[in-house]
């Protein structure tokens, strides 16, 4: 084989960033925050019909991309974008430079609201630019603040900005960026010691607990809305999750992740979903089929598809309240449950252990498909090692009784 044809070798799967000005591919990769541990192809100074010479980017994997994607753009404007599926071209785009930059990079003047030390408002960059990359300068939509190309450059070398997804979507990123926020923010909680174990709902004393309302500041909301958003497109994307009209979140904790998830979808992946949520109270007067009890539900039409959201999974019994409320819609179908993490228990209290397991139930019995973004095998899997010998074991004994899984 020649040297060329080496070089231009195909690939089954994944993303080709084709037509990168010679010598920018590194600052391509930086930029997009690719994970080190991507199969990935870098090609630098090869020929080109129309630039003389290029560099490209192939990365293998499952990915999807979202619209931070454009920021390409910002190093290499003739970039184009090439999504390979079973050898082939899926799609083929020109990446565009965005008109908005939002929550990435910093502003440059500290007095900026988007510098405050308590609530920084989320930065907010209009683009503009009259002739090449180098003339690019992000101006602040607070301060007016201007952020020369230079300055951009900087950012990008050093690392120095928030990307969560870094364009390129993977389910190992999705897990990561999860699981990097629920620890950040004091979301997954452990109990003071061995002997103090957290006490359930259902009863039972487990080590930890999930706590998303942990995750209320805007930083945790931007990489939950990112989270949620992107699995659902890669889910869909590759086939396991049927397309749908709603995204429903039982109350309480379930509400913002509906409203996120359907940001989302629109800020990230140009899809367009209504919101509903349940009331724990119903209301006492008003119309039924309005929002009595289902708030959102005006809009709906007999026949549409439901997408649930919510946190975590312990005994299924909400979740099957849950599907129970929902059938005042009338006619409708559920296209599954996503939920941020699936403890993986089996059903029951604490004394009483049943042979099924939360999930599998749901899905066997209710037949719905429950998709989670983290699971404590994952979990356990990345804390163990800074765990004492007493919470480990804690840990272990509690799946052992109540657990779908073992830990070891
Ligand atoms: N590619 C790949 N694996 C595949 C198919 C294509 O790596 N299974 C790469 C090609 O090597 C090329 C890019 O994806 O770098 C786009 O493929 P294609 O459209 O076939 O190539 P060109 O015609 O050269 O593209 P363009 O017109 O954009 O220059
Ligand atoms: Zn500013």
């Known amino acids: ?41 870098i090609a630098q100074n090869v020929d080109s019909k129309s630039l003389g010479s290029k560099d490209f980017i192939k990365i293998e994997g499952s990915y999807l991309t979202s619209k ?8 290499a404007p003739s970039a184009t974008l090439n999504i390979i599926e079973d050898w082939g071209v899926k799609e083929k785009r020109r990446v565009q430079l965005p008109e908005l930059i939002e929550g990435i990079f910093k502003c440059p003047n500290p007095l900026c609201p988007t ?20 003339t690019i300068k992000l101006r602040c939509t607070y301060c007016r603040s201007m952020l020369y190309y230079g300055s951009i450059l900087e950012y990008v070398n050093s690392g120095d900005f928030t990307l969560e997804g870094g ?3 993977s389910m190992e990123r999705i897990e990561q960026v999860f699981l990097d926020v629920l620890i950040k923010k004091g979301a997954l909680r452990l109990p003071p010691s ?32 990112w989270a949620f958003a992107s699995y659902v497109v890669l889910l869909m994307e590759q086939g396991e999750l049927e397309d749908f009209d709603y995204v429903f979140g039982p109350s309480y904790k379930g509400i913002s992740l509906a409203t996120l998830t359907c940001e989302g979808l629109n800020e990230l992946y140009g899809m367009d979903k209504r919101y509903m949520y349940d009331r724990k109270e119903e209301k006492e007067y008003g119309d039924l089929s309005a929002d009595r009890v289902i708030v959102g539900a005006g809009y709906f039409k007999p026949g549409q598809r439901i997408l649930v959201v919510d946190d975590t999974i312990t005994t299924g019994e909400t979740k099957i309240e849950s599907i129970e409320k929902l059938k005042l819609l009338g006619e409708h179908t559920v296209v599954g449950f996503i939920i941020a993490v699936d403890r993986q228990e089996r059903l029951g209290d604490v004394d009483n252990v049943e042979e099924w397991g939360a999930v599998e139930y749901l899905k066997e019995e209710l037949g719905v498909k429950v998709f989670s973004l983290e699971n404590i095998t994952t979990i356990f899997g990345l804390i163990k090692d800074s765990l004492d010998d007493e919470m480990k074991q804690l840990w272990i004994d509690y799946y052992k009784k109540y ?6």
């Not at 044809?5 to 930029?31: M, T, Y």
């Open 1 to 41: 084989m020649s040297e060329r044809q080496l070089l231009v070798s195909k690939i089954e799967n994944g993303i080709v960033i084709d037509h990168i000005p010679a010598g920018k591919a590194f600052l391509v990769l930086r930029l997009l925050k690719i994970d080190p541990k991507a199969r990935a192809l």
């Open 68 to 75: 931070e994607i454009d920021l390409i753009a910002l190093v």
């Open 115 to 134: 510098n405050e030390e308590y609530t920084p408002s989320r930065t907010k960059f209009r683009v503009e630019a009259d002739g090449p990359v180098e």
């Open 167 to 169: 364009g390129l979507v």
């Open 194 to 225: 061995a002997n103090e174990p957290f006490v359930l709902k259902s009863g039972r004393p487990s080590p930890y607990f999930i706590n998303m309302g942990a995750l209320t500041d805007g930083e945790s909301l931007a990489a939950v809305k």
């Open 403 to 408: 657990g779908t899984e073992k830990l070891e």
